[in-house]
């Protein structure tokens, strides 16, 4: 079960030497993300001992590691500030994807008919591989999709190059000091969730602003992916979009394609940013791993809904009063 659980965290040099505990945490709040960087964030009320150790952090130099019980769940650079107080510290981290917003390509490579999921790993390694904190790559399994890619030493920042490929057929994220890649229509499930699994009511929106039957991509210099057309059901509704980063028509399709699954039918889900679980509901919390799916069904509104609903942003938080624990879910991919 889902349950409750005490944090705590630890505060590591670059060579993995501790450099502070945090033996009062007044509060603590960590996420994960899809295809995006997950933030974590820790106020501290230290002891003398602990105020000198604490004065010793600085920015990209130490990590955050965060512990629920002895789990530990997440890590990453402490990055855009260290604050303190008369009362003690507040801490701020990205997970390990923060580096690559700092990273650029370090080798001029051109890919292709390559599978994205292995240009992505390629992105990832080449970021790191001047000087790298500690990292792994995990591909769950391939994308499926073939592409063609060129990318330029010291163009562009790496991160935003694997966002941009992420909006065509691959999605990332950070476990740790491990990346995993997975395909855009990755069906697995972690659990079944019902009415009762939630803390607070559901709401289940039918979003149309997200319906599109007919997706035309433009690539780079002409490139260009149609697919989909008229539904015998909806009609027409068009979208256009570029993508620079595309390079051949076959991609380009295969763009179009991604986009056209995950925009017909209309896009049916849990209207809340944070579907706050019930300490009873049957998850383990360390599992929750975005880009994963988990079987929704709800039968307390006018709309019932009973389908898999993939997991975009996990987001923990504990203070004094309670431990939280809130769930993005969004329309699973083709295979959810």
Do not use: N
Not at 102 to 124: C, G, N, Y
Not at 131 to 152: E, F, K, L, N, W
Request: aromatic share 6%; glycine share 8%.
């Amino acid at each position: 079960m889902a349950g409750c659980a005490s944090h705590t965290a630890q505060i590591t040099d670059r060579d993995g030497s501790i450099v502070a505990g945090t033996d009062i945490l007044l509060s603590v709040e960590w996420s994960r993300v899809l295809d995006d960087i997950s933030e974590a964030q820790v106020v501290v009320a230290p002891d003398a001992e602990c105020c000198a150790a604490l004065s010793r952090v600085r920015t990209w130099r130490h990590k955050l590691a965060i512990y629920r019980g002895t789990v530990p769940v997440w890590e990453g650079p402490i990055s855009s500030s260290v604050e303190w107080t008369v009362d003690g510290a507040v801490i701020s981290a990205v997970d390990i994807l923060g580096w690559l917003d700092r990273r650029s390509p370090h080798t001029t490579q051109e890919f292709v008919d390559h599978e994205l999921a292995e240009v992505a790993q390629w992105l990832v390694d080449d970021g790191f591989a001047p000087h790298d904190p500690g990292h792994a790559v995990t591909i769950v399994a391939p994308s499926r999709i073939r592409g063609r890619r060129s990318y330029q030493a010291d163009v562009g920042q790496t991160g935003d190059h694997l966002r941009d490929l992420a909006a065509t057929g691959i999605d990332f994220t950070a476990l740790g000091s491990r990346i995993l890649i997975l395909p855009e229509d990755h069906s697995a499930r972690l659990a079944s969730l019902s009415d009762a699994d939630f803390a607070d009511e559901l709401v289940v929106v039918e979003d149309g602003l997200a319906l599109a039957t007919r997706w035309v991509v433009h690539g780079k210099d002409g490139v260009k992916g149609v697919a989909g057309g008229v539904h015998p059901y909806y009609g027409l509704i068009e979208r256009v979009v570029e993508e620079t980063s595309i390079l051949d028509d076959a991609s380009a399709e295969a763009a179009a394609r991604s986009r056209l699954a995950a925009s017909c039918p209309a896009p049916v889900f849990l209207d809340s940013q944070e579907a706050t679980l019930s300490p009873d509901a049957g998850l383990d919390v360390p599992a929750l791993v975005p880009g994963w799916c988990v079987d929704v069904t709800t039968t307390q509104t006018c709309r019932t809904i009973s389908q898999a609903l993939k997991i975009a942003t996990v987001k923990v938080k504990e203070d004094s009063d309670s431990e939280t624990i809130s769930l993005q879910l969004t329309p699973a991919g083709v295979g959810g």
